[in-house]
């Protein structure tokens, strides 16, 4: 199911000459690898940016302190300053951007692990999704799971 996303946002990127940006804290760049998994991403991926320290998402995307410090770095708000930051950096037409907490440590009560915030800016819009997936699979599958689930918000996006 998951490469059929992959390659029906690719297919609409494509059709619609549009480009797209990430912009990624907790999945490490992963996204970005996935959109470059399909043969002529060139043609619509822009730029891909890992910004995993708060200073970072202040630094390129803008993020304002007070978010950071305030609501913290995996918060609506925050995925949300980021695709906007995203869209005016890189000038690009979709912006999408992942926060969260892969685990297996860094979860509180109210952030458990497993929680992400996906955000994808398209014609004027972001939409942010909240998921929470299994707190107990590993690492390196949760970032997976991210980066899939961030796919799919895109596609969602200019689906409308």
């Known amino acids: ?19 797209i940006s990430t912009a990624e804290s907790c999945t490490g760049g992963l996204v970005a690898s996935m959109l470059t998994d399909i043969s002529g991403s060139s043609e619509y991926l822009l730029e891909s940016h890992v910004v995993y320290a708060n200073s970072a998402k202040h630094k390129y995307l803008n993020v304002s302190n007070e978010i950071l410090d305030t609501l913290g770095a995996v918060s609506p708000e925050c995925a949300q300053a980021m695709a906007e930051g995203l869209q005016k950096l890189a000038n690009c037409d979709v912006a999408l951007c992942t926060t969260g907490i892969a685990g297996p440590t860094g979860g509180t009560k109210d952030k458990p692990v497993g929680l992400v915030y996906i955000s994808a800016r398209f014609n004027g819009k972001t939409t942010v999704r909240k998921y929470t997936f ?16 961030a796919i799919r918000t895109a596609l969602e996006a200019l689906e409308g």
């Open 134 to 149: 299994n707190s107990r699979i590993p690492r390196k599958t949760m970032k997976i799971t991210f980066a899939k689930a």
């Open 1 to 19: 199911m998951f490469d059929g996303d992959l390659k029906k946002l690719a297919k609409l990127l494509k059709e619609r000459h549009l480009t």
